[in-house]
């Protein structure tokens, strides 16, 4: 083999190798969000005269077919004592993930006679892997952005067209709510590795000397 064809190979096996540990870059966001007037819970559960049971799923249909790179979640809703929320994501693979448990501690705070009670009111949470304060560590007055309590990265590589589900389950007795809405925020891959690859299969390819 002559010296230009050996760096010629070199040059496309660096290709081939760096395609295969470069980062998948993030690429293009899609937001799909729905406005809902859900009771929490849903007045027709078997529960729902002690204030307790399933809210009725909140849907939102993804019409379009692409592989989800990351998801972040954004939900608003009242309720009067958050203490007893139980709140899921599903998705059309029914991949489910726990974004807050019933019997989160973090909303028990002290009231103004100085005991402990549960906290209520309307909250605006932005759930994201990657922020600073997971949901059971929140504090007063609860909105922002937190950390689920399992990874919405198990969404990932899932294609996200179909129906995703929102589902919240009222744990205790007495007390009620509103889901007002939520939000998808999906971020599709570009697909960098794919690229490279295909570059550096097709410098091999070229550049392979003619043998007769």
């Known amino acids: 083999m002559d010296a230009p064809n050996a760096v010629q190979r070199i040059v496309a096996i660096v290709l081939i190798v760096g395609g295969l540990s470069f980062p998948v870059f993030a690429g293009p966001v899609y937001t799909y969000s729905g406005q809902f007037d859900l009771p929490i819970p849903a007045p027709d559960d078997p529960k729902s005269e002690y204030g ?12 379009v077919s692409f592989t989800i790179h990351d998801l972040d979640v954004r939900i608003s809703l009242t309720h009067e004592a ?17 974004l ?14 100085g005991g402990l009670t549960a906290y209520g009111g309307s909250v605006d949470w932005f759930f994201d892997d990657e922020a600073e304060v997971l949901i059971e560590e929140a504090t ?3 909105v922002g952005a937190f950390r689920p309590v ?39 891959p570009e697909p960098a590795t794919a690229i490279l690859l295909l570059l550096g299969i097709g410098l091999i390819t070229l550049l392979n000397p003619r043998r007769t």
């Open 52 to 63: 307790q049971g399933w809210m009725d799923d909140a849907l939102i249909e993804v019409p």
């Open 150 to 188: 399992w990874n919405l990265s198990l969404f990932d590589n899932e294609d996200a067209c179909g129906t995703w589900r929102l589902r919240i389950e009222d744990w205790w007795h007495a007390d009620t709510g509103n889901l007002d809405s939520f939000e998808l925020i999906i971020t599709v």
């Open 100 to 113: 807050n448990p019933a019997g989160n501690l973090a909303f028990i705070v002290r009231g103004e006679d």
């Open 140 to 142: 007063e007055p609860f």
């Open 82 to 98: 958050l203490f007893d929320l139980q709140i899921l994501l599903q998705s059309p693979a029914g991949t489910n993930v726990l």
